[in-house]
């Protein structure tokens, strides 16, 4: 399959394009590399991707509208993974603009783009962050998701809902996935993981929100690769039983699906915390923080949909997933 990836630079994007190629997929890679977090990060998972028969990669900003027109007419794309955005809640209360450009703009074009060239499917990153104040554990894709408690999660629902528009009215198939925490080797500085990793090494006090009493369902990043590859090889149908007098808000009559993507088992960050310190060889000086503005206390997702439909079954376990994440932190960071 001839398959674009869109921010291919990035950490999913990285790690989904190697599975594709190693399956004999030809890729090509989009990114802006922007310098959000450390490019050299982003130019070192490309270089890897360059050294694959296989990957094409193009800088461009999917913002831009005439370009991304342009990378579709020339492109011949069967299937789409759209992963560029701008990540990140915390940076959304100062950044908001960026969201509104990558996210909003950016998936727009990315929309016309598969609609223009009658991709077959188009799979594109949500994220758990829709949830919002919803506090029914664990997340369902039935749950109402109308309140968004950060910038950034109301763009991944708006993308949610234009996914549906598109393919309502052009019947282009859409699976939307809603990540939940996503860690690992080459993983993002902005998020704890490498956050934590970077002051345990070099003896920083660390910043624990919520009183470390937090808690993430943490996902390892080879089990949200499958899971997005199993998405990407089903084709979503529209539901003959969807009725608009009760409408299911995960399908449709249209060929749209939303799913939670996680591995659907908590883990409080102070245990957390814990792991990286043993896998480290290094004890954590915390600084015990209120709860932020824009974070949610509790992230859980309930994959049945996921597994009913794809087979998915998170195999990786927190405390395994930590030391994969520990060893290459120090092999990386140490050259
Ligand atoms: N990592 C997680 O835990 C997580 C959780 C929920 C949702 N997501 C979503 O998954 C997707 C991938 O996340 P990630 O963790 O790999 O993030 P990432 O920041 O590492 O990757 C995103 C890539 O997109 C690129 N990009 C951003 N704006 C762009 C633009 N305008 N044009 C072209 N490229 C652009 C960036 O340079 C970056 O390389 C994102 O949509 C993110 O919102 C991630």
């Known amino acids: 399959m001839r398959v674009l990836v ?6 999913i994007g990285f790690h989904l394009s190697a599975k594709l190629l190693e399956r004999g997929d030809e890729v090509v890679g989009i990114d802006n590399l922007n310098d959000y977090y450390a490019v050299s990060l982003k130019r070192d998972r490309l ?21 991304v027109a342009a990378l579709f007419n020339q492109g011949g794309f069967e299937r789409v993974v759209h992963l560029a955005a701008q990540a990140g809640v915390r940076y959304s209360i100062d950044n908001p603009q960026s969201y509104g450009q990558s996210n909003l703009i950016g998936f727009l074009n990315m929309l016309e783009g598969c609609r ?23 997340f369902r894709v039935d749950d109402n998701v109308d309140h968004p408690l950060s910038l950034y999660a109301a763009t991944k629902r708006a993308n949610e809902a234009m996914a549906h528009s598109y393919s309502h009215l052009y019947q282009l198939p859409c699976t939307g996935l809603r990540f939940f925490t996503v860690y690992g080797p080459w993983g993002r500085p902005d998020m704890s993981p490498m956050l934590f990793a970077d002051a345990i090494t070099q003896g920083r006090p660390l910043k624990v929100f919520n009183y470390g009493r937090h808690k993430r369902d943490f996902t390892y990043i080879d089990d949200i690769v499958d899971g997005v590859v199993r998405c990407l090889d089903r084709i979503p149908k529209g539901n003959a039983q969807w009725s608009g007098l009760q409408p ?22 102070l245990y957390y915390i814990e792991l990286l310190e043993s896998a480290l060889g290094k004890k954590a000086q915390k600084e015990l923080l209120p709860l932020q503005p824009g974070d949610v206390e509790q992230t859980y997702a309930d994959v049945s949909a996921l597994m009913r439909d794809t087979g998915y079954q998170p195999q990786v376990k927190i405390e395994e997933g930590i030391e994969r994440f520990a060893r290459w932190y120090r092999d990386y960071y140490r050259g």
């Open 116 to 138: 223009q060239q009658a991709v077959e499917h188009l799979v594109y990153a949500s994220s758990s962050s829709v949830y919002g104040a919803n506090e029914q554990i664990p």
């Open 248 to 269: 299911d808000p995960a399908t449709s009559k249209a060929p749209w699906r939303l799913y939670n993507i996680g591995a659907s088992r908590p883990v409080e960050l």
């Open 47 to 67: 270089a890897q991707l360059e050294s694959t028969p296989g990957f094409r990669f193009i800088e461009l900003d999917i913002a831009d509208t005439a370009a």
């Open 6 to 11: 869109t921010g291919a630079a990035g950490f």
